[in-house]
């Protein structure tokens, strides 16, 4: 099987700073897009950030004033800088590898991010 390991999550407060990291060993990372999801309770799975293969990167609405998204080809790793998170933020954050080519895609466990006073 093909394993995204996501790290990172936990908790933080309103305003604050968490990064998350994906390590992809399993694939020939520089032929995947990535991505990051996530979903809250009660809500549909949303596209948070996501980079291609040659570094265009979209991102969502709601954080793109203030997330980032990066990927490492020679560490297999796409990150997702957070910066002033807000309590709607709070979500299991899934990584996302895309072949370019239309075969499969794979997903990560997910990781909890929770922002809490």
């Known amino acids: 099987q093909v394993q995204l390991v996501e790290s990172g999550g936990g908790l933080v407060q309103p305003g604050g700073s968490l990064g998350l990291s994906c390590k992809a060993p399993?694939?020939?990372?520089?032929?995947?897009?990535m991505g990051w999801y996530r979903q809250a309770p009660g809500k549909e799975r949303e596209m948070v950030a996501t980079?291609?293969?040659?570094?265009?990167?979209r991102r969502g609405d709601s954080v793109k004033d203030r997330f980032t998204i990066s990927r490492d080809n020679t560490k297999n790793t796409v990150t997702l800088q957070m910066n002033s998170l807000k309590l709607d933020d709070t979500a299991v954050y899934y990584c996302h590898a895309d072949p370019r080519w239309g075969g499969p895609e794979y997903w990560g466990q997910g990781t909890q991010v929770t922002v809490s006073s």
């Open positions: 980079i291609t293969w040659s570094g265009t990167i």
């Open positions: 399993g694939i020939v990372f520089s032929m995947y897009n």
